[in-house]
Structure formats: C-alpha cells, structure tokens
C-alpha cells in the first residue's frame, strides 16, 4: 500500500523559509521520478517541482524557480521542498506524489501571511 506523508508546513511571514518533507512507503522509492504539487482554496492542484529518481535532473514552476529547491534521500525514502523568500502566494496544501500519479497524502499547509 503505497503511502505518502507530508511534514513540515506552516505559518511564516512574507520572506520566510520552510523545508517540506514526504516520506515515502509501499513502493521502491529510488526508482521512482518524484514531484510536488500544491492546491491553493478553490483552485486546481499545481506541479511545483520535478526530481528524477536519481536526483539528478531538476524542473521547477516558473513561479518558484530561483527560490524552491527539491532534493531526495532515497535511503530514507524522502523527498525534500526547500522554500525560501516565500510570498503571500505560496500559500496552499502541499502534496508529493510520483508523476504516474495515484494515492494522494493528506498534505501539509502553508500559509505566508504578514
């Protein structure tokens, strides 16, 4: 059963930084490209962040280019968000997910609000 456990939103301040977390189970985790997304109230649930399953090869939003950085541990089976500089928004429920999609986790919120 393939599980997803996002950790490490919050409330921060125009400028701020956060380190999301999503710690992964129920699949080879290495093997798998890894991304994340976001949902802002009522609107459609984003891409924000693409990473190869080696961690290599990178792709970003254009909106967070410059300030989000995603990395990987695939012996601990997680796949890290660095947010910096983050802005009003930003603000949404975070999510990974593979690329082929599937079983969604519950998110983490973060909210950037002055």
């Known amino acids: 059963q393939v599980q997803l456990v996002e950790s490490g939103g919050g409330l921060v301040q125009p400028g701020g930084s956060l380190r999301l977390s999503c710690e992964a189970s129920g699949f080879i985790f290495k093997d798998y490209n890894m991304r994340w997304y976001r949902q802002a109230p009522a609107k459609e649930r984003d891409f924000v962040a693409h990473i190869s399953a080696g961690g290599a090869a990178v792709d970003y939003a254009d909106s967070v280019k410059g300030r989000f950085t995603i990395s990987r541990d695939n012996a601990r089976n997680t796949v890290f968000l660095q947010m910096n500089n983050l802005k009003p928004e930003d603000t949404a429920v975070y999510f990974c997910?593979?690329?082929?999609?599937?079983?969604w986790g519950q998110g983490t919120q973060v909210t950037v609000t002055s």
């Open positions: 997910n593979r690329p082929t999609g599937g079983d």
